[in-house]
């Protein structure tokens, strides 16, 4: 029976969902919510009903998406030195945005907040890399205008 509709149909005519689950979802197959009003507040509903079960799951994702980003970054930065003085320690290296406007955010905060890979390099293309020191000794330059 079609839980939308009901009417009775055709076993072939339903999708079942995994049978090793305690519950067995059925869905019509050709028949889609006719109210998209309706499928949006199913669509709600579910996603709040089911939540705390994909929540940890979900967590456990991004957290390990953040620890791969983070070893992907370490291994780039080998690869660098700076432009100035030519430090090459991955710790002391910066990237330094060469014009502030075209700027999306900084390459650690994108990296913290999972960012896809292909934005990342991106934002690392308009950037100079600098060791910390020349970091900040350009930004002083350029905020005090010495």
């Known amino acids: ?10 076993a072939t005519l339903f999708k079942f969902g995994n049978l090793t689950q305690r519950f067995v979802s059925v869905y019509n197959v050709y028949m889609p919510y006719a109210d ?8 709600r509903q579910y996603h ?3 939540w705390s079960k994909r929540k940890a799951k979900h967590q456990d ?5 953040r620890a791969g980003l983070a070893i ?19 710790a002391c290296l910066d990237f330094h ?10 390459v650690a905060n994108m990296i913290s907040e999972g960012y896809s890979l292909k934005t990342i390099i991106k934002e690392i293309d308009k950037c ?4 910390k020191n020349c970091h900040a000794k350009q930004h002083y330059k350029v905020n005090l205008g010495a």
């Open 48 to 50: 709040l009903n089911n």
């Open 61 to 65: 994702w991004k957290r390990k998406r």
């Open 97 to 106: 945005h060469t014009n502030a406007n075209e700027k999306e955010g900084t």
């Open 36 to 43: 998209k009003e309706k499928a949006k507040e199913y669509q």
């Open 1 to 10: 029976m079609c839980y939308l509709c009901i009417l009775t149909k055709l």
């Open 128 to 131: 100079v890399v600098l060791c």
């Open 72 to 90: 992907w970054l370490k291994s780039y930065k080998e690869n660098l030195m700076c432009v100035v003085c030519s430090e090459s320690h991955i």
